[in-house]
């Protein structure tokens, strides 16, 4: 990955690999889970503390039978048994449990895949009853077996009393000088234990992450997975090309969502949201047939219905917008309460504000809520009509119905129903030139 990060905690949407698989393992309702790690390890442990597993350690990397080896101690006898990948991000819970199923009490579920290029694979060698009789690693296949196109995924399940005594006997006499998880086959064959096999729906669910090419190619795999389930839903998007969910989404009827657009955390649209192109929404809820026009930033927001947010708009965390509300072209709000029907049209922005219903804020207005140490709060009340460019120096109340005269410096309370303004003066000079350059 030539990364710091170890490899499993490279980010698939909005998780890493290694959580993809344990939550679809935790969805299989397994008794226990039991995570191998090596290289950067305590890292991996203290990153996903928070899942329930059994973190077991292996020392010396000396291949995948000596990986599930270490493990085999914490595992009960007689119990199914299912092996994973950390770095094979998509493999489905559906293909896991036909697996499961295909194992049964006494059998060995095989996962394999069929592929139109199996190099680096290991083959599936058939007998001539098409029985699987072993699994031969790249390194040690002949040019013959080269050419078989079934290979093993290296997901299987069984039983761990069986497990644990194949493990027992592998052997490192390979190319590799590793011990093969895959020669446990091999001796299931020679006890007459039935090897049953199951194929993917989809090859990228086999498909394991060795570098940033490939984490990028599963990316795209993973999203058109997600937008696919969402159209299914019914959401229109535009492009499922151009659409990330890095998280969850909630969408109810008729949402509509244009080009390169990113949800990221937990999002929820109402009834008829239209979300134009070149938006990043993020943990935030949007409520019935609102619409968040082009290249705005929404997170951590609460925004009403039949809102009207954008073009470039940013919208930042503990913000409320009620019904109807208008946010315009380079508006930014921040930890602020609006009202129904008020408008914040133009360049502005509003931060740690109260502001009532139908208010009127003119371009270039700014709350002014910082004082290089302390954050103080604006009161705007309902009706207020503020002029473009104007400037409250919070603490402060405008009380309502008022209405602020444009270009004033609001640093008082100003009385509801009344007209304030704060100007200089404005001045002629008769008779004054331009200079005139030399």
């Given at each position: ?238 492009d499922p090309a151009r659409f990330d969910l890095r998280g969850e989404l909630e969408a109810g009827a008729d949402v509509v969502i244009d080009v390169n657009v990113v949800i990221e955390g937990k999002v929820k649209l109402g009834n008829g ?166």
């Amino acid at each position: 990955m030539k990364s710091a990060l170890p490899k499993v905690l490279h980010t698939l949407g909005h998780k890493s690999l290694l959580e993809h698989v344990l939550d679809t393992a935790n969805g299989l309702n397994a008794q226990s889970i039991h995570v191998v790690y090596g290289h950067g390890g305590e890292r991996v442990k203290q990153q996903l503390a928070r899942h329930n597993v059994n973190w077991v350690l292996q020392d010396q990397q000396l291949g995948t039978g000596h990986a599930v080896e270490q493990a085999a101690p914490f595992v009960p006898d007689n119990q199914p048994v299912l092996i994973l990948y950390g770095d094979v991000p998509l493999i489905k819970q559906q293909t896991l449990q036909k697996l499961i199923a295909a194992a049964g009490s006494d059998a060995l579920g095989l996962l394999t895949a069929t592929l139109a290029d199996p190099t680096g694979y290991g083959r599936i060698i058939r007998n001539a009853a098409g029985e699987v009789v072993k699994i031969i690693e790249q390194k040690d296949a002949d040019d013959a077996q080269k050419k078989i196109r079934e290979i093993n995924t290296g997901m299987l399940a069984l039983n761990s009393t069986r497990l644990k005594g194949w493990l027992k006997q592998l052997e490192n006499n390979n190319a590799q000088g590793e011990y093969y998880l895959t020669d446990v086959i091999g001796m299931a064959a020679l006890e007459n234990i039935a090897i049953n096999t199951v194929q993917p729906d989809a090859i990228y669910e086999i498909e394991g992450v060795n570098n940033k090419l490939q984490l990028a190619e599963l990316e795209r795999a993973y999203q058109r997975q997600q937008a696919e389930q969402l159209m299914h839903l019914g959401v229109t998007l535009r492009d499922p090309a151009r659409f990330d969910l890095r998280g969850e989404l909630e969408a109810g009827a008729d949402v509509v969502i244009d080009v390169n657009v990113v949800i990221e955390g937990k999002v929820k649209l109402g009834n008829g949201v239209t979300i134009e192109p070149n938006n990043i929404i993020k943990n935030t809820s949007i409520a019935d047939h609102s619409i968040v026009h082009a290249n705005c930033v929404i997170d951590s927001a609460v925004i009403g219905a039949h809102c009207a947010i954008g073009p470039y708009a940013r919208i930042r965390p503990e913000t409320r917008l009620a019904d109807h509300v208008k946010i315009g072209n380079f508006v930014e709000v921040k930890k602020s309460n609006i009202g129904a029907h008020s408008k914040v049209n133009h360049l502005s922005y509003i931060g740690d504000t109260e502001m009532g219903a139908d208010v009127n804020v003119g371009a270039g207005t700014i709350t002014c809520n910082y004082d290089g140490a302390n954050k103080h709060k604006t009161i705007i009340g309902d009706h207020v009509f503020i002029g473009s460019d104007t400037q409250l120096v919070a603490p402060v109340e405008v009380g309502a119905g008022a209405t602020i005269g444009a270009g004033s410096t609001i640093t008082h309370d100003a009385p509801k129903g009344e007209l304030t303004l704060s100007r200089s003066p404005q001045k002629t000079r008769q008779g004054w030139k331009r200079p005139v350059k030399k």
